[in-house]
């Protein structure tokens, strides 16, 4: 696997300069044959830009007091270490804080000031909230055998689809009788009773017995999609000698029954209060599909890596969070600041991508129009925290010290660059503190709105050779 160690006065000089130093973690060097290099260049100079004008934008809720390499970190965080867990809390109770939260879900101290919980403290929380609609539904881990499906079922406006350029890019080794000597594995994972609790999965590998023990890159599927969709790149990655495994998130593919079962889920759990259809859900099914993944006797527990595209981008960026199994991560155009774009009215393109569940929000809280309060209260129903605790700059830095590559569009309106200058700044001071900035990348490439590139597909490849 490719390794690289550079000096960190020397990569500052030449990504972004002197005039850009609050940012020089953001780029760590490239390493390799040169490949492409001069798209690099492009793509980190103009994000240095953007973010260092960012940077004269600070909402007052997130301002600290503190100076230095954690300037945006508390005094309770540092003395966590940064907050890095060897051991998954799956399963582990969650116990009692000291401190108190205010109603928008930040835990406050005694005065009212917003505070950071330290790694362990946010993991038992978020962990908390997931077991909180399923206290009643958990079961034993198991599987069940599965078959292909033949005909994919994809949801929205219902225009049939087809691979794009980005999905067929993906790197490939070649292989003499490749679709011969491909093994494929079509199984049900079952995480919890109830229909929804059963989760099929897709796997491919190499019908080879060296070595023993693979590395695993699990790739997720966007909103209204499925696993099939991501045929293309698992092929390409087990070519490579991975085993790639995919999954149909909450709702979709095989766990959907028409074209509006997740927009349908989505309203239900607006109603109800008690499923969690967007994000959190899916992130408890590959909690359990780590615990599968971990036991699987040609599986290397150790290199398991996660990403995604778009909605399967934020279910990697959860689950890397919550799971430290997931030891590479790579959510491509997934991360985001919520809270910022309610604070900054940047959020219709997110609710333009769901807008029937927030127009029924709407008519239930008796407004003429979505607004600001509406999308908080849909965010703290349907995925509690999400917008507050959970968010990005807090959730992002505990990713640290695995290597973390986050990919987007500079011009994406549902993850808007700006509004993760805060994130991606906390992410960086992280990496550094422990010794470990080469292992953290944000890449927004210039001139992409929200769709994932095939600069992107190549990107997450090379940080898989690299890493995992």
């Known amino acids: 696997m490719l390794t690289c160690q550079t000096d960190v006065a020397a990569r500052r000089r030449s990504y972004v300069g002197a005039s850009l130093a609050p940012y020089p973690s953001l780029f760590p060097a490239w390493c390799g044959d040169g490949r492409s290099s001069m798209l690099r260049r492009a793509i980190a100079l103009p994000l240095a830009l953007a973010l260092a004008a960012a940077a004269m934008w600070a909402h007052p809720r997130l301002a600290c007091a503190t100076a230095g390499p954690w300037a945006h970190v508390t005094r309770r965080q540092r003395a966590c270490g940064g907050g890095h867990l060897k051991k998954p809390l799956v399963g582990v109770g969650l116990g009692c804080h000291s401190s108190s939260s205010s109603s928008s879900g930040f835990r406050v101290d005694a005065t009212g000031a917003p505070m950071a919980a330290s790694a362990q403290d946010l993991r038992s929380e978020y ?40 999905m067929e890019s993906c790197p490939r080794k070649e ?19 109830g229909e929804q609790g059963r989760v099929p999965v897709l796997l491919l590998r190499l019908n080879d017995t060296a070595p023993k023990r693979k ?7 966007s909103s209204y999609k499925c696993k099939e969709w991501l045929r293309p790149l698992l092929e390409a990655y087990a070519s490579r000698g991975y085993i790639s495994v995919a999954i149909d998130s909450r709702y979709h593919g095989e766990r959907a029954s028409n074209k509006t079962t997740y927009i349908d889920a989505l309203k239900l759990s607006w109603r109800n209060g008690d499923t969690m259809p967007f994000i959190f859900d899916t992130v408890w099914d590959l909690i359990k599909l780590a615990d599968h993944l971990s036991a699987r006797e040609d599986v290397d527990p150790s290199r398991i ?87 990005a700059l807090y959730s992002v830095p505990l990713i640290a010290p695995r290597p973390l590559l986050l990919l987007n569009g500079a011009e994406d309106p549902r993850c808007p660059v700006p509004g993760l200058q805060e994130a991606v700044s906390r992410a960086a001071n992280a990496y550094e503190e422990v010794g470990s900035a080469e292992k953290f990348m944000f890449i927004a490439e210039p001139g992409v709105g929200h769709r994932m590139t095939v600069n992107m597909v190549k990107e997450a490849s090379d940080w898989f050779d690299r890493f995992l």
Do not use: C
């Open 175 to 193: 292989v003499e009788n490749f679709k011969e000597k491909l093994v494929e594995e079509n199984f049900y994972l079952i995480t919890e009773s």
């Open 127 to 166: 962990l908390q909230v997931l077991l909180s609609r399923r206290r009643d539904l958990q079961v034993p881990l198991s599987v069940e055998q599965g078959s292909p499906v033949k005909e994919p079922l994809y949801q929205g406006d219902g225009r049939p689809l087809v691979p794009s350029e980005a």
């Open 305 to 391: 890596g996660i990403t995604g595209e778009s909605l399967g981008g934020m279910h990697a960026w959860f689950s890397a969070y919550v799971d430290t199994r997931y030891s590479v991560v790579v959510p491509i155009i997934g991360v985001q600041a919520f809270r910022w774009a309610i604070d900054n009215d940047m959020w219709q393109a997110r609710v333009n991508s769901i807008k029937p569940l927030f127009e029924e929000a709407r008519v239930d809280l008796g407004k003429s129009e979505i607004d600001a309060e509406v999308v908080e209260k849909v965010w703290d129903k349907i995925a509690p925290g999400m917008a507050s605790q959970f968010d």
């Open 215 to 221: 590395p695993v890159v699990v790739l997720l599927h």
